[in-house]
């Protein structure tokens, strides 16, 4: 509560991830700040004026419960009583926001179900809209990684072993760390990382935990722990998220333990544990609550930048904002490949405050456009008024079957040429995917020449001048395979005159899912085709048959440089990630008038085609 008369708005901070932390060694509580991941966020909130209340989920922290799955019914409603209990104090002016990074975004959006006439405006960053194609299975393929280590975390925090968090943090952060080493554009920090024993800063990790004696703190008014065993206690029966994502092949299936919601509406109405887990399936109720919404994300984010333009366009609450910015998941640093990763410098608790200031104090409106959002390459910041940015234009390159990009398109009869997609390919250990777990993974692709050399690959000319890409590249196949069914990966790259290739973007695709979803039958607007993934949607592949696929890839704002030249690789596996491959041998591509391949750049300045 900060100093003053009040009353005050409040900001909601709920989270499954230890609301606050509790030091047993008295000497070494002045580390205590520094173990709080939302200490400075909470410091600038009090300093402005505002309450800050953290939140530990149903079944998570110093809360007792189970958690049968991730944002259940009752974790919903429980966020309805927290604001209950909110306006009812001396000190709430009556007005509340909710904030939150990842998990705790997605809470503060999936708070707005409840219609509470006191939530007027919310900030989810770096978080999900969509659980199977965000996370879960990112184009229908198991993201295993994510769900394996995820899972690790979220049961070392329900044992209360914090000692086990920072050792399986320090794991994943130090990996890629590891990767990166030899990359110049690694900030020393964490180059050091990387000279480091892996598994000894692990054990000094784990054994710092278990010096500080850290663990949730306790609910009671004084803080202690003694009411932290019944709770921890019973988290032991909280559901097994890697196991649980097992049994979600399509989108409709339903995991196991979520049984007592069943018949409850609005579950009953919804297809599968993924659509019930998602803020996307609430839209009519989020719409509803009136309550502005400022979605945050960065291009290096997983697919959550994704995330945060589905939400933006999907909901469209007078008032609400989209930032896209150089930032992996989290957003604590600077991401590109022209400029060395650093600590991230950008206000993010000014922009926070001015959008909650005017909708929770009746402030000035924030001083941007409702867009905003940062070219890689360019280095520079750029606002629109709407996403797409208004002028884009696309342009096609062809794919020849002397591997090249062509800006004509081909009048020639089909022709077909073999292909095998490597099984053994990989983005990595500095890849997107593995910000979504360690705050400050050095996120770089610095293998990105080593490990695209070896693909397959088409390339265009070399560029006559800069090109600048923004919004949603597109990868259109035709393709015959001798497998029913596998998985395609697609990289947009950019590859200089020495050789030297720069990842852009990516999509993939389990091919039993390639048919679209008609026109008007997608739950929420973006821009990128739109499949459902469910069970009756998958077909195989037809044999030895010429197919048409389109694979979506992530949105990116990104400037390729004069000279250089556009790359589009494929691969059949991206094993650090994505896990075991579904593979699917040598494929067929097609090209000719009838069977025309191509690559789909939104261009927003600047043009493939030569004078």
Known sequence: IPAGPGPFPTVIHQTRYCRSLAVGRRALRALEPHLDQVHNTRQRFNDAGYVWLNVDVRGSGASTGVRPCPWSPDEVADGAGVVDWVIAQPWSNGLVGATGISYGGTTAEMLLINAHPAVRAIAPRFSLFDV????MAPGGIPLTWFTRYWNQLNQSFDRDQYHDVLGLVARIVLQGALAGSNDPRMPDWCRRLGALDRKGLERFASTLGRALRAGVRGADPDGKRHSVKDAVRE??????????????????????????????????????????????SYQDAIRASGAAIFSISGWLDGAYQHAAIKRHLTTGNPGSMLLLGPWEHGGHLHVSPYASTRRSGYDHEGQLLAFFDHHLKNGPAPDVAPVRYYTIGAERWRSAPSWPPPGL?????????????HTTAPKHPPRVQTIDL?????????????????????????????????????????????VTLTGHPAVTLHISTQQPDGDLFVYLEEEDPSGHITYITEGMLRLQHRALAPAGAAPYNTPAPYRTFERHHASPMPLDTPTEVILDMLPVSYQMRSGSRIRLSLAGADLDNFGAPMPLGDIGLWSGASHPSRLTLPIEEGSLKTP
């Open 132 to 135: 199977y194609t965000d996370v």
């Open 235 to 280: 988290h032991q029966a909280n559901y097994d998220v890697h196991r649980s994502a097992a049994h979600i092949v399509y989108r409709d299936d339903v995991a196991p333990g979520t049984e007592q919601y069943d018949g409850l509406k609005p579950w009953s109405d919804i297809a599968g544990s993924a659509g019930r887990f998602s803020p996307h």
């Open 393 to 405: 234009h696309n342009e096609d390159l062809y794919l020849t079957d002397d591997r090249q990009l």
């Open 422 to 466: 490597p099984t053994d390919a990989t983005t990595g250990a500095c890849s997107r995917w593995r910000s979504y777990i360690g705050p400050h993974t050095y996120i770089g692709y610095p293998d990105r020449t080593r490990h695209s050399r070896p693909l397959p690959a088409y390339r265009s000319a070399p560029l006559d001048r800069a």
